[in-house]
Nanobody, 129 residues
Framework: QVQLVESGGGLVQAGGSLRLSCAAS????????MGWFRQAPGKEREFVAG????????YYADSVKGRFTISRDNAKNTVYLQMNSLKPEDTAVYYC??????????????????????WGQGTQVTVSA
């Protein structure tokens, strides 16, 4: 089992920044990829950013590309999401997720949330206009 704990959410004005953290514990050696998703009220959970645990390509939803940056610190078993130039439409509960395996070369933007094996509890991000 893998446990994920998010932190770093909060209330920020439009144009501001936040950094989310996702600390993984347990059988972290089994993690193949991690992703950040978000879910706004009345909407489906959507992909935000993804990264393979071993490194390599980074993946972003078009709506956040150029504003958000995903990174990892393997020594700390932690994945980060730096969010800059925040907009009111970024308001949502943000979740990190971990997957044990995807086919090599898969584009993480095409992987739906049901393909991930472990989830954090979520952290609220609210951006005021």
């Amino acid at each position: 089992q893998v446990q994920l704990v998010e932190s770093g959410g909060g209330l920020v004005q439009a144009g501001g920044s936040l950094r989310l953290s996702c600390a993984a514990s347990g059988r972290t050696f089994s993690i193949y990829a991690m992703g950040w998703f978000r879910q706004a009220p009345g909407k489906e959970r959507e992909f935000v950013a993804g990264i393979r645990w071993s490194g390599g390509s980074l993946y972003y939803a078009d709506s956040v590309k150029g504003r958000f940056t995903i990174s990892r610190d393997n020594a700390k078993n932690t994945v980060y999401l730096q969010m800059n130039s925040l907009k009111p439409e970024d308001t949502a509960v943000y979740y990190c997720a971990a997957a044990r395996f995807f086919a090599p070369g898969v584009d993480l933007r095409s992987v739906g949330p049901n393909r991930y094996d472990y989830w954090g509890q979520g952290t609220q991000v609210t951006v005021s206009a």
